[in-house]
């Protein structure tokens, strides 16, 4: 990516300026101070998706990685690995989730049961596929919404 000319000065002053965006987001704070947090870093990013990348079909999407190690024999150690996109569109449509992956961080780091890292990947872009996630939020949302009325029908 850095062999366009474009990009070159200016990678180095987006990765400082995420790193300042990165630095305020503890998983240790209120809910409510994470997820604020959390939502600017994906907003921030976005943005300069929309000014850097998406020139170069190209978008950076911020994943919380998650290893987990657990001793198999004395002293031999196997380790896992998950990873969750963090991107504003799901963020934005499926807060309850994103709750619910605060408060699991939150567990795993105080019981020290996990390792967790932010990661940026570089993915490729088209307007194409973003049509296409936005479409499958929708379906995603009927069906919730089905759900949600199947079972508050059910209750009564």
């Known amino acids: 990516m850095i ?3 474009f990009l070159w000065d200016k990678l180095p002053i987006f990765f400082e300026n995420f790193n300042s965006q990165l630095s305020k987001l503890s998983f240790f704070k209120l809910e409510a101070q994470v997820m604020s947090d959390l939502f600017k870093i994906v907003s921030w990013l976005e943005n300069a998706n929309r ?4 020139h170069f079909d190209t978008k950076a999407v911020l994943y919380i990685a998650e290893n987990i190690y657990e001793e198999v024999d004395v002293g031999t150690y196997e380790q896992k690995r998950r990873s969750f996109p963090l991107e504003s569109l799901f963020f934005l449509n499926f807060p309850d989730m994103y709750k619910q992956l605060v408060a699991y961080v939150r567990q795993k780091l105080i019981d020290h049961k996990s390792e967790f890292r932010l990661v940026i990947v570089f993915k490729g872009y088209n307007k194409n596929k973003n049509q296409m996630t936005r479409l499958r939020i929708e379906t995603m949302e009927q069906e919730r919404g089905k759900t949600l009325y199947q079972s508050s ?4």
């Open 51 to 54: 000014a850097l990348f998406h």
């Open 3 to 5: 062999k366009y000319d």
């Open 153 to 156: 029908v059910s209750k009564q």
